[in-house]
């Protein structure tokens, strides 16, 4: 009897799910670029690009795999902001064998230099909002603990780095975390000369003027540093400290999410985006909506050369 009860055992847990191998559990076993947008209008001047396409639906996403500038990918979107960035890309890593990560999409722009239009490629992607909020005191803000390297202070808002692991490496606290440098180096090679539109058709209701044109044709810039938070950030006041204190030339809500865990998978990933607004240092009303679509095309553009110049 206990034979027979061992032997049934020994059946079962033969069965039991989630024995397979990691490679076992990919959708689609070539070694793509993941070709990554937050949301659709950034997806959608990549989308037509793709040939040789194929649909797949996970958790009620859509995701193209195909050949983008002749090199093999999978064409998807993040969703808004970081909870969605890092959960999606963490689901691309998963279900497909993923060679690298290239972003693009729009951006706010903080660094006074930089125009809408222009598309930035930064080194590193710091999240501003890790953070602790200091209590307030008769004598002013009573600051919570503190760490080396910290940026400065926004008044109540003391960031604090995120403490990351990953497998070759020992948990480490970061307030900026690089984006993969041999991609950089390629950027660097080859997209500073791309020419970008500085027109396009206007897509808001209060656009008068159509097609829209920027009162300066807008350049591909490298390096620096970008930020992201979950936040919507339209207030000159704060766009100004993060130029200060976070030496910071564009912000978003997704990039850093993504290179964070690029970075715990050893998966290099790099981020193109292109301004579509100032993120409150706009000279009137803040213009995402009205430009938005040409910062898509300018983004894809950049993003369509450079993978063109990827060596698979």
């Not at 940026?151 to 692991?165: D, H, K």
């Not at 993120?279 to 050369?305: C, P, Q």
Request: net charge neutral.
């Amino acid at each position: 009897m206990i034979r027979r009860l061992a032997c049934v055992f020994a059946g079962l847990v033969l069965t039991v799910p989630g024995t397979a191998s990691a490679a076992d559990a990919k959708l689609d076993k070539i070694a793509r670029t993941v070709v990554m947008t937050a949301f659709s209008p950034e997806y959608a001047a990549l989308e037509g690009s793709v040939e040789d396409r194929r649909s797949w639906t996970i958790n009620g996403m859509t995701l193209l795999t195909g050949k983008l500038a002749g090199k093999p990918v999978v064409l998807m979107q993040s969703g808004v902001s970081e909870v969605n960035a890092a959960m999606n890309t963490q689901m691309v890593v998963d279900r497909f064998a993923v060679r690298r990560i290239v972003f693009s999409g729009i951006a706010g722009g903080v660094d006074p230099s930089l125009s809408i239009g222009d598309v930035v490629v930064p080194e590193q992607w710091g999240q501003y909002l890790e953070a602790s909020f200091a209590r307030a005191t008769s004598k002013g803000w009573q600051p919570p603990e503190t760490f080396p390297g910290a940026p400065a202070n926004w008044q109540f808002i003391y960031p604090r780095g995120t403490t990351v692991t990953r497998a070759d490496a020992p948990p480490q606290r970061f307030f900026t975390m690089a984006a993969d440098p041999a991609l950089v180096a390629l950027a660097r090679k080859v997209v500073p000369a791309i020419k970008l539109s500085a027109c396009a058709e206007a897509v808001d209701r209060e656009a008068k003027a159509s097609p829209l044109c920027l009162p300066a044709a807008p350049r591909v810039v490298v390096g620096g540093t970008g930020v992201t938070a979950g936040i919507y950030a339209d207030n000159a006041e704060f766009r100004q400290y993060l130029a200060s204190a976070w030496h910071a030339r564009v912000l978003d809500m997704e990039s850093a999410a993504v290179i964070q865990v690029a970075y715990a998978n050893s998966v290099p990933a790099i981020v193109f985006r292109s301004l579509s607004d100032l993120a409150g240092g706009d000279a009137d009303a803040n213009r995402m909506n009205t430009f938005m679509h040409l910062a898509s095309i300018n983004s894809a553009k950049v993003v369509r050369a450079y993978l063109a110049a990827l060596p698979d």
